[in-house]
């Protein structure tokens, strides 16, 4: 079965404690990518990976690392969380082959920073 | 960057009446657009897309259209369901492997029955 996975799916924070959220996918996917999603602002791409050792910045990378040190895992890591982090994350990954084009998102990630 | 724009943000249509989502993009390098679905406490659902070679896609009830010329593309959605309650999203990409892309804020779409 195709899956996406996020841990964990929930998490309560304070400022300042380094913190990582996983992200793994067993398709075998080429193209991962990290999203945040707040009321009224749709999703906000903060960094993506087009192969294992390859990745670029979204428009909010801001505050974020990623590491694609294997191609199914995409971890995010928040280095010094502040509370304006406070989010629901998604990952994502997608591959492409002529017209078949596949997307699948993980489960979701709810990040609160106080 | 690429700049996303998505009309209108809530949309209420009766069972069985049709449902037009527009975006407009910025960017003339973007030649990929895929739509979402996501439903209450879901995750977004890739449902449809369109690629710059195309002018209209379909697939059952719903379509794509894409107007290079005046950077817009829309979803159409015919005969609703109450199931077709979601929030929709557009997006673009500059390229047709989803690496970078840019999306819409989203439209609340409520089927009443």
């Known amino acids: 079965e195709a899956q996406v996975t996020q841990n964990p799916r929930y998490l309560i924070t304070v400022t300042g404690k380094k913190l990582t959220v996983t992200c793994s996918q067993n398709m075998n996917h080429e193209y991962m990518s990290w999203y945040r999603q707040d009321p009224g602002l749709g999703l906000r791409q903060i960094y993506y990976s087009m192969n294992v050792e390859v990745t670029d910045k979204g428009d909010v990378p801001e505050g974020y690392k990623v590491s694609r040190k294997e191609k199914r895992n995409f971890p995010l890591i928040l280095e010094s969380p502040s509370p304006n982090q406070t989010s629901l994350y998604f990952c994502a990954s997608s591959f492409q082959q002529g017209d078949l084009h596949e997307q699948y998102f993980g489960p979701g990630t709810r990040l609160t920073v106080t | 960057g690429e700049n996303v724009e998505q009309h209108p943000s809530t949309l209420s249509v009766q069972e069985g009446d049709s449902a037009v989502i527009k975006c407009t993009y910025s960017d003339s390098a973007s030649n990929y657009f895929p739509w979402y679905k996501q439903e209450l406490g879901k995750r977004p659902q890739l449902i449809i897309d369109?690629?710059?070679?195309?002018g209209e896609k379909k697939d059952q009830r719903i379509a794509v259209t894409l107007n290079k010329t005046a950077k817009h593309f829309s979803l159409h959605i015919t005969e609703t369901q109450p199931e077709d309650s979601a929030v929709y999203f557009c997006a673009a990409s500059p390229n047709t492997n989803a690496g970078k892309s840019t999306f819409g804020d989203g439209t609340t779409l409520t089927v009443k029955p």
């Open positions: 369109i690629r710059s070679n195309v």
